[in-house]
């Protein structure tokens, strides 16, 4: 019985002096830890600038068509054979040159013929005029007698303007192109004869997203270049549709360009740059300063020490930077590098770099 209360008080003195001991080790850690100080906390190390007011040259960089000043398909108004061509392919022609003639052989006959009754009935309207005066007939056969005169000669001006028709002249100045006829050919409304164009000037037109259509003008000025070559020209606003076109919500312009060396071929592509304004208190950043997600763009500053996320708007760019039109404020701390370490709210140590 006596050994039994012993390992018994053994074992509970063994308990309590484990127990002490653990009290004495954690007293001693923690008096240690409060030696050294608070446990630092982790700091990331980023790259950044402060935003400062920049210049920024604001233009659009669009694709658009050049089109011929005037430009025309020519076909016949009557059907017949081509009587004769008065032109050259390629040649320049005037206004007014006569073109093509088609045989009016037929037309003519029946003008003699019109005007043979034309003459006819103005006789017959004559004497009823005299005849009437006498009171020799009645009012109402003067009448029919004066229809039958103006209605032949109604019939000769009919004739007369068929005639007119078989002849086609040049409604413009401009160069012909190659002709898909030949002297007897039998031509009818829907024969392509040639094309005629005028393109001492060209017409560049293109389109703009709508959130643009208020800053562009009339007689702005833009250049552009072609895929020919590096050459640059310039051209004038001259038309703007008045509304935004719904389905794709941009704004079609045209501008005109003078073209009298005829290097600008119609038909074929624009690159145009088109100025929009000069900003004095532009905020540009890097590009890849910024992060997309689903519903734009963003990018995060630091404030406090913190870092900070914020939802961006932008505008165009440069070979570099890129114009933020909201979100940001001139004097924000931008982080430009190290974004992917950065969580929101996190600790940063920002080495600032010249804007």
């Known amino acids: 019985m006596k050994l039994k209360n012993i390992i018994v008080l053994a074992l509970i003195a063994g308990l309590i002096a484990l127990i002490t001991y653990r009290i004495i080790a954690n007293k001693n850690k923690n008096e240690s830890t409060n030696a050294k100080g608070p446990v630092a906390k982790a700091i990331t190390n980023v790259n950044g600038l402060v935003l400062t007011p920049k210049k920024f040259a604001n233009e659009l960089t669009l694709s658009g068509s050049i089109d011929a000043n005037e430009q025309i398909e020519l076909r016949s108004e009557v059907s017949g054979v081509v009587q004769g061509i008065f032109f050259k392919e390629g040649a320049f022609v005037n206004k007014g040159q006569q073109l093509i003639k088609v045989n009016d052989i037929e037309l003519r006959a029946q ?36 229809a039958e005169f103006m209605s032949t000669k109604a019939q000769t001006q009919l004739i007369q303007a068929q005639i007119a028709r078989t002849s086609i002249v040049a409604p413009f100045s401009g160069r012909i192109g190659l002709r898909s006829i030949s002297p007897g050919t039998y031509v009818t409304p829907t024969t392509l004869i040639a094309k005629l164009v005028n393109n001492t000037q060209v017409k560049i037109t293109f389109s703009i997203p709508e959130k643009y259509a208020s800053l562009i003008k009339n007689n702005t000025n833009l250049s552009f270049t072609t895929a020919a070559g590096k050459e640059s020209y310039t051209a004038k606003i001259y038309a703007i549709e008045p509304a935004v076109e719904e389905t794709t919500r941009t704004l079609q312009i045209r501008a005109i360009a003078d073209n009298k060396e005829g290097k600008l071929i119609p038909g074929t592509f624009a690159n145009i740059a088109l100025p929009l304004e000069n900003l004095d208190d532009a905020i540009l950043i890097p590009t890849e300063a910024i992060i997309p997600i689903q519903n734009g763009k963003k990018v995060f500053i630091v404030e406090n020490g913190k870092a900070k996320e914020v939802i961006i708007e932008t505008g165009n760019r440069n070979e570099k930077e890129i114009l933020v039109t909201a979100g940001l404020k001139i004097g924000d701390t931008l982080i430009t590098s190290g974004i992917m370490a950065v969580k929101v709210g996190s600790d940063v140590k920002v080495n600032l770099s010249k804007n």
């Open 111 to 146: 003008l003699s013929q019109a005007k043979t009754g034309q003459s006819l009935a103005a006789e017959n309207e004559r004497r009823a005029k005299l005849l009437l005066e006498k009171e020799a007939i009645s009012q109402e056969e003067y009448e029919i007698a004066a």
